[in-house]
């Protein structure tokens, strides 16, 4: 268990910013998500050891949120969302001397912040500064920083915020590649519920101070009945008829996407023999998930 | 349709420094999502329809009638700009009536209207508090009303989305596609492309200052030749199903997942494959989990086009 | 047998640890960065240019025969005492260079920081609030000292190789500790009052100008005030002129101004008390996430 919290609890004057929050995170890549103001950042704040709940325990990667501030923030990587560098200084530089005041040994930090650089995919540009470094550069310094001294936990801050759909891809593949590892967990606030899906197992979704939701992805995601959605080339209505005749209910939305709800015990392989009778071809065929966005909404309560 | 844009041979340098060239394109009501990668000339686009620049050459005209120049037209056109740009020291309210009042307003119909715009984006509880104190989502809402309060029928947004929350995304993505079926033109530009998935199939791409692609995605695709269709299916039998492709002549690749039940196969000849795909699936009894195309979508069609 | 590396990730496998001075590599780092702008090395090199001047002149108050020609009748007003130490180390020209040092070196310290949004990665390390302070001061207290300490103790060092003898030591025991008090009066208020400024604003090039104007300023407006109210206590509005108080009396030399010199420490320490204040409350770690 790398985080491990119960029943934390913290106000700003009167504003309660979290109450009675309690998780247990394993492996996995973790997505924070949650409105504005739901206590996103007064959560990562208490990780990350910067804050005392006012009631509440926890350890992150063993220790003690309250006792062991100082631990945590030596072991753990943080990723901040705004853009932050030094001028005047190149990023090996940088990265070596981030990884000095973590607590490495000078010529430790400086041999790992090449390997970093290199993993990070800014080997080109490592002796360049960093004034001259372009957005999606950016973050890969920022994520170099944040791994430099090897840490158990990262914390990503809107990774993918304010990036060119190249950028924002190649920063997704990184992090999908860090995240692959398993002795390091990663923790991920998004408002970009596309690459949160892409990236995490599971999600902790805050709301108004309290936990609104948590748990593996697949199984918040899961519904219980038959629900498919297909997509058909060709003329669908003696399709949806016939499928009809077999008792299930067909819906078809815009987009001319057709969603079948199938009774129990019926076989799938129905729809594909429907198919072939009405001379339809299955172009697309998927068992149906509430989407993440859904989730997100229903779990917070609107619409 | 009669295009509500248009735009011919148009074009436009800063010095020496290429913004647009040569670019002519009908843009019809509906909404428009506007991609390309950073300095394709997205931003000298929007600001030439706008009004704000003036063309090196060509020109666009909205309904027929030139932009530069035109205030009446410039009332009927909403634009919402990526970067902040705001008076910090006035209220929300002061604000968007200010601006009305430019359009000609009378005090009570700006008031009217900016009642109005505030609580389509729900700020109507925070309108008497300083910009200077707006979070990053509310001052984002704030453009947007500012876009939409005077009613105009051809909207222009730029990245109107950041520094929302998926719920605050949610709503916005939800009222620009009232806006489609109210008849009105919208064009937006995003970064995140499944965010302009969610509010159109018709895209115009821009990239080193041309038109690299315009049209529905999905046909798009299909006129990139130099990539193949990629389709993906899952089952437990997916080697069996692959087996019986193997002769196939369309189809170009097959590569197997580490997990054993996925497939995914290139080809050129989407048709005849799917055809076969269903005949064998019922022929021999195959369990299918999915089937899906994965390159189908505005990512891989920027990837493609932008070729990495 | 053979072995490849294989591309991707590779874990650490050293062990962090605490080091005995966690502001050190931030001091290091503020220092390189300093000789890496232009016009600094020379500036900095100049600085040193009181000290040569009042190296000769060690040089020849001890060959006094050998230059009688030159002086005829007034050696005696080259004598190596504390007042020659202290008349080195409150020279205009030094001070005025230090300053310049402070705006070139000192000034974006902290503003640098505050414009690119760096403290949020420098709290997300084990650093604590003091560390990183402690650890900018120190850049400071390395300039000062180096154009103060230093070769102040070099010049007590060669007057001892040219007397050819410990009888100066004797004479004036006390002699080294005004120069370690005044140099580390200077060095600490400088370290104060340019952190005081440098984390009030986001452009470091604005900062560089308030560093200078306003050493510069304080002396105009002592030289205005005191022309038209005629009272030493206008001194106590000038920068350079509370730091010629403080030092005559770590010399035990007369004050330059009829004031009391309690005044000129009080002004020094005011400044020194508002510095901390100012940076403690700008430099919130808990800020790191917004």
């Known amino acids: 268990m790398s985080i491990e919290v119960t029943n934390l609890s913290f106000r700003y004057g009167d504003i309660k910013a979290l109450e009675g929050v309690s998780f247990k995170l394993g492996e996995g890549a973790v997505g924070l998500l949650g409105p504005n103001g739901a206590g996103k950042s007064t959560l990562l704040r208490i990780l990350l050891g910067f804050l005392a709940p006012e009631k509440g325990e926890g350890t992150v990667l063993g220790y003690d949120i309250r006792r062991e501030q100082a631990a945590i923030r030596r072991a753990v990587g943080y990723m901040p969302e705004d853009d932050c560098f030094i001028a005047g200084m190149d990023a090996v530089t940088f990265t070596a001397y981030f990884g000095e005041l973590s607590g490495m040994p000078r010529q430790e930090a400086m041999k790992r912040a090449h390997e970093v650089l290199f993993y990070v995919g800014l080997e080109e540009s490592r002796y360049r500064l960093l004034d001259t470094y372009s957005a999606g550069m950016k973050q890969r310094l920022k994520m170099a920083q944040a791994l430099v001294h090897d840490p158990k936990l990262l914390f990503l801050d809107e990774p993918t915020s304010n990036l060119d759909p190249q950028g924002r891809i190649e920063v997704l593949q990184l992090i999908e590649d860090v995240a692959s590892h398993k002795d390091i967990q990663v923790l991920i606030s998004s408002h970009i519920l596309a690459d949160i899906e892409t990236l995490c197992a599971s999600v902790l979704i805050l709301n108004k101070g309290k936990l609104a939701a948590e748990g593996r992805l697949e199984d918040l995601k899961a519904i219980d009945y038959s629900l498919f959605e297909v997509k058909v080339k060709g003329e669908d209505a003696a399709f949806r008829k016939d499928l009809e005749a077999l008792r299930c209910r067909v819906d078809e939305t815009e987009d001319r996407l057709i969603k079948i709800y199938m009774p129990a015990g019926m076989d799938r392989m129905e729809v594909f023999r429907a198919a072939a009778r009405t001379g339809v071809q299955i172009r697309y065929f998927v068992k149906s998930q509430t989407k993440l966005e859904d989730l997100f909404a229903q779990v917070v309560g609107v619409d | 349709m009669t295009p509500v844009i248009e735009t011919k041979n148009l074009s436009k340098w800063y010095g020496n420094v290429l913004g647009l060239s040569d670019v002519s394109l009908e843009i019809e009501s509906g909404i428009t999502g506007l991609l390309g990668p950073n300095g394709a000339g997205k931003s000298t686009f929007m600001k030439l329809i706008t009004g704000q620049m003036k063309p090196n050459i060509g020109a666009v005209t909205i309904r027929g009638k030139r932009v530069w120049n035109d205030y009446r037209l410039f009332s009927r056109v909403g634009f919402c700009p990526e970067p902040d740009a705001f008076y910090e020291d006035v209220t929300g309210w002061e604000f968007l009536t200010g601006l009305l009042r430019f359009y000609g307003f009378t005090r009570a119909e700006a008031a009217d209207r900016a009642t109005r715009a505030l609580a389509i984006v729900e700020l109507s509880a925070d309108k008497d508090r300083k910009v200077r104190s707006y979070s990053r989502g509310m001052r984002q809402r704030v453009k947007f009303a500012q876009a939409i309060a005077h009613d105009p029928d051809v909207m222009i947004l730029d990245e109107p989305f950041s520094g929302l929350d998926p719920l605050g995304k949610r709503r916005l993505i939800k009222l620009v596609k009232d806006f489609e079926s109210e008849g009105r033109t919208v064009l937006v530009s995003s970064h995140v492309l499944p965010e302009i998935e969610a509010v159109t199939s018709r895209i115009i791409m821009i990239h080193q200052g041309k038109i690299l692609a315009q049209g529905d995605i999905h046909m798009v695709r299909d006129l990139i030749e130099s990539h193949p269709h990629m389709i993906s299916l899952r089952s437990p039998a997916a080697r069996a199903v692959a087996a019986a492709f193997v002769d196939d002549a369309s189809v170009l690749k097959m590569t197997f997942g580490t997990d054993g039940r996925s497939l995914v196969v290139e080809t050129h000849n989407r048709d005849a494959f799917f055809s076969r795909l269903q005949a064998v699936v019922v022929e021999k009894g195959i369990e299918v989990d999915e089937i899906d195309s994965p390159d189908d979508n505005l990512q891989a069609v920027f990837d493609y086009l932008v070729g990495k | ?290």
Not at chain 3, 28 to 42: E, S
Request: glycine share 4%.
């Open chain 3, 1 to 290: 047998m053979a072995t490849i590396r294989e591309k991707g990730y590779y874990h650490w496998d050293g062990r962090l640890e605490e080091r005995r001075f966690p502001w050190w590599p931030i001091t290091r780092t503020g220092i390189q960065l300093a000789f890496r702008k232009k016009w600094f090395k020379f500036v900095f090199a100049f600085g040193f240019s009181p000290a040569v001047v009042f190296l000769v002149l060690i040089y020849i108050s001890e060959r006094l025969e050998d230059f009688k020609s030159m002086f005829g009748g007034k050696e005696r007003l080259i004598t190596v005492n504390p007042k020659f130490f202290m008349d080195f180390l409150t020279n205009g020209f030094l001070v005025f260079i230090i300053v310049m040092v402070l705006v070139f070196a000192g000034a974006g310290l902290i503003a640098d920081d505050l414009k690119h949004n760096s403290l949020q990665i420098y709290f997300a390390r084990p650093l604590r609030k003091k560390d990183y302070l402690l650890g900018k001061m120190a850049v400071i207290f390395f300039f000062v000292l180096i154009l103060t300490f230093v070769p102040a103790l070099v010049l007590y060092v060669f007057k001892l190789v040219f007397a050819g003898s410990f009888r100066f030591v004797l004479e004036y025991p006390w002699l080294l500790l005004s120069i370690v008090g005044f140099a580390a009066l200077m060095a600490v208020f400088f370290a104060f009052y340019t952190l005081l400024l440098s984390c009030l604003s986001k452009n470091s090039r604005y900062v560089m100008i308030i560093v200078f104007m306003i050493y510069l300023f304080s002396q105009v407006f002592y030289g205005i005030m005191q022309s038209i109210f005629r009272t030493p206590y206008m001194a106590l509005f000038s920068i350079y002129e509370n730091l010629l108080q403080a030092g005559a009396f770590l010399f035990a030399q007369k004050p330059p101004h009829a004031v009391p010199v309690v005044w000129s420490f009080l002004v020094l320490a005011a400044v020194c008390a508002t510095s901390a204040l100012v940076l403690t409350k700008k430099i919130r770690a808990t800020e790191v996430i917004r």
